[in-house]
Structure formats: structure tokens, C-alpha cells
């Protein structure tokens, strides 16, 4: 069976779960759910981005020491 597939079964079928729970609640706490949600998603791709710039500016300082090293 496909991997994607089946990731993308369980995410569908996790998202119908919370939209599910979310209309049982009140309308403030759904709200506030979903801010908390969108702060959080927010804060999970800076993170990203800053992991990856911290990365290339990783592999950008390896591979100029290792031309250094090679011209003594």
C-alpha cells in the first residue's frame, strides 16, 4: 500500500475528527482553538526557517573551511 496514501487517509480522517469536536464546543473556545492553532502553525515554520538558514549557514562555513584547507 502507498505511504502517501494512507498518511493522507489518517490526515484526512484526523481533521474530520477535530472539525467533529469543534462543533460540540462553544463558540469562544473554538475560536480560541483555532487562534491557538494558527500561533502555534506560525511558530512551527519560523522554527523551520531558522533551522534551515542555521543549516546552509552550517554547510556554507564547512565547505569555505574546507577550500581553505585545501590552498595551504
Same mark, same amino acid.
Given at each position: 500500500?502507498?505511504?502517501? !496514501?494512507?498518511? /493522507? !487517509? %489518517? #490526515?484526512? /480522517?484526523?481533521?474530520?475528527?477535530? !472539525?467533529? *469536536?469543534?462543533?460540540?464546543?462553544?463558540? *469562544?473556545?473554538? =475560536? =480560541?482553538? &483555532? &487562534?491557538?492553532?494558527?500561533? /502555534? !502553525?506560525?511558530?512551527?515554520?519560523? /522554527?523551520?526557517? %531558522?533551522?534551515?538558514?542555521?543549516?546552509? #549557514?552550517? +554547510?556554507?562555513?564547512? =565547505?569555505?573551511?574546507?577550500?581553505?584547507? +585545501? *590552498? +595551504?
Amino acid at each position: 500500500m502507498n505511504a502517501s !496514501l494512507v498518511a /493522507g !487517509l %489518517i #490526515f484526512w /480522517g484526523t481533521m474530520a475528527r477535530v !472539525l467533529s *469536536e469543534l462543533m460540540t464546543l462553544s463558540l *469562544e473556545h473554538t =475560536q =480560541q482553538g &483555532l &487562534l491557538w492553532l494558527c500561533n /502555534g !502553525l506560525w511558530m512551527g515554520a519560523a /522554527g523551520m526557517l %531558522i533551522y534551515a538558514g542555521y543549516r546552509r #549557514f552550517r +554547510h556554507d562555513r564547512t =565547505q569555505d573551511n574546507k577550500e581553505a584547507d +585545501h *590552498e +595551504h
